[in-house]
């Protein structure tokens, strides 16, 4: 295991030598893993084209930095501990050893069916074990995953796959999840009708469910590994090869797949867990959030796995059979370190206190949260009745883009303050610009929180698009990297995360674009036009409130129409962005060039007109009171 950050007199000197020499400081770091071939040279990089490269011309493969390297002492510890969504159902518990070996079958298997280097694999599967042995199967042999979360409907899993032109795809015929039961393949099969790239669809049986295999291009799961060797060679790869794709949502277009590459990612992965959770040798370790993000990408599968952990992933949701779920799994395996969003906080402290205090949950040493800025009276609750007190809660702030966390306290060494992310990690360097781009030094300052080096985990590029990411990440700020998030910096020099403020939203900690969720409601025919922004919500962190206007309707169409928009939005991207509210309104404000005026919307969306600003160039001022007498929530004047 790689040293661990022992202090906070440690972390300083650290974060010291990382900005003063950064090639040599993430050079010790990544000669702690196996490299077939060392790099030539660290680090090449500019944020103008951008390029990022680490660990030039460095050979490896991340499964050999899992396995291989972990097994000698670690063929008997388990390493992946699977919890049904069931209670009553039978846990499984892999080894280091097991895992290889399903891994290292699949890998075969993907080979034989014609999965080479460079090829992308979509993955669609619920939480159960196949998922991190189809990822680590791709890895094994170079092919790219791309899993999408099994929450999203046909038309965006059909999008994401043309996309990135995905060979196969890889899925079960149904999913639980809490009581419900998705037919998971009978999405595949609407998607797959709008997508010529796959060739083959692996079927993993989950639910038992009956479902269509069409012939020479289904296969099921357990036909596809039959007979097939569980000895496999890793592909060598290079530290800038692809490792995936993972989608997200910005302020314009459709979501863009997010690149990252072997090497760099490996390193930041393993160091960032290390580190932030301060995990120890035997530690159990989980994290609530599903694979299909990257939050379990990284703190699920590739950090916990490649430090030699123990990890624990939960099929299930944290109110089923009831709200105590979290603490009975917690209970059940004596968890060390527990890492979960704050929204799922926020449902639960609404369930009240009970569901917690029944339960022993003395063996917890650490805390996370991570996806949105976690609320004072949700950081309290966690702090004093989760953790009684003595657990510290790192409040780890990061995104997709960045691979891995940046700003957050480490575990048990970095004073925390509820709701700060606190410090950067070393390595990382942020920045506060103003809307001008101009760098706000030293403290009690606030603006748009940029990064202004590069770090091992960073995102690449956006699949087949360099230059959309170029736009979307380096263009705003000269030289930076912007995060799209809002932040200040306080008097001692911590740092708050004060949310997006671009056109996203963050629902339960999940991006959505308002641009896409506008798109979806303006398919609807009697919709003329539309805009989303979002709103407070008390357990959703932010809520999506749309503004539409429609053609003439009738009563009935009146009647149901706002029901029709909500279907379609879950049917077009996925129940989680359904709107949360919907007016349909006379006329949206505009100004005088067409623009539609977000900043009124978003402010009687919050319920207060008090300070709508200058309406004067709005085209015709009429339309705002008309809506804030609609508004969907009392407004204050
Ligand atoms: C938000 C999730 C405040 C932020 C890992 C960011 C946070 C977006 C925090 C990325 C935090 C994440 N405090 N805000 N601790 N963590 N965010 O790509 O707005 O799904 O830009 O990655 O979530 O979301 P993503």
Known sequence: MMKKISSFVDYFQQYHESVTDPEGYWAKIAETFNWHKKWDKVLDWNFKEPKINWFINGKLNITENIFERNLPARKDQVALIWEPNDPKGKEIKLTYGELFEKVCQFANALKKSGIKKGDRVAIYLPMVPELPISMLACARIGAVHS?????????????????????????????????????????????????????????????????????????????????????????????????????????????????????????????????????????????????????????????????????????????????????????????????????????????????????????????????????EEAWRWYHDLVGKGKCPIVDTWWQTETGGILITPLAGITPTKPSFATLP???????????????????????????????????????????????????????????????????????????????????????????????????HPKVVESAVVGYPHEIKGSGIYAYVTCDALSEDEARTIEKEITDLVSKIIGPIAKPDKIQLVAGLPKTRSGKIMRRILRKIGEGDATSLGDTSTLLDPGVVEDIIRGAKVDVKR
Not at 262 to 290: K, P, R, S
Not at 464 to 481: A, K, P, W
Request: glycine content about 10%; proline content about 4%; overall charge negative.
């Open 147 to 375: 899993i999408v979360f099994a929450g999203f409907s046909a038309t965006s899993l059909s999008d994401r796959i043309n996309d990135s032109k995905c060979n196969m795809v890889i899925t079960a015929d149904g999913l639980f999840r809490g009581n419900k039961n998705v037919h998971l393949k009978s999405i595949v099969d609407e998607a797959l009708l709008s997508c010529d790239s796959v060739e083959h669809v692996v079927v993993l049986k989950r639910t038992g469910d009956p479902i269509e295999m069409k012939a020479g291009r289904d296969i099921w799961w357990s036909d596809f590994i039959a007979g097939v060797s569980t000895v496999n060679k890793a592909e060598v790869m290079d530290s800038e090869d692809t490792l995936f794709i993972l989608y997200t949502s910005g302020s314009t277009g459709k979501p863009k797949g997010v690149l990252h590459t072997v090497g760099g990612y490996m390193v930041f992965a393993e160091y960032t867990f290390l580190n932030v959770f301060q995990y120890n040798e035997g530690d159990i370790y989980w994290c609530t959030a599903d694979i299909g993000w990257v939050t379990g990408h990284t703190y699920i599968v590739y950090g916990p796995l490649l430090a030699g952990g123990t990890s624990i992933m939960f099929e299930g949701i944290p109110t089923y059979p009831d709200p105590g779920r979290f603490w009975e799994v917690v209970d059940k395996y004596k968890v060390n370190q527990f890492y979960t969003a704050p929204t799922a906080i926020r449902a639960l402290i609404a369930q009240g206190d009970e569901w917690v205090r029944s339960k022993d949950l003395s063996s917890l040493k650490v805390l996370g949260s991570v996806g949105e800025p976690i609320n």
């Open 425 to 523: 990690l070393p390595g990382v360097q942020p920045v506060i610009v103003d809307n001008e781009g101009k760098v706000l030094e030293g403290n009690n300052v606030q603006g748009n929180l940029c990064i202004k080096f590069p770090w091992p985990g960073m995102i690449r590029t956006t699949y087949g698009d360099h230059e959309r990411c170029r736009i979307n990440y380096f263009s705003t700020y000269r030289n930076l990297y912007f995060t799209g998030d809002g932040a200040k910096r306080d008097e001692e020099g911590y740092y708050r995360i004060l949310g997006r403020v671009d056109d996203v939203i963050n629902v339960s900690g999940h991006r959505i674009g308002t641009a896409e969720v506008e798109d979806a409601i303006n398919q």
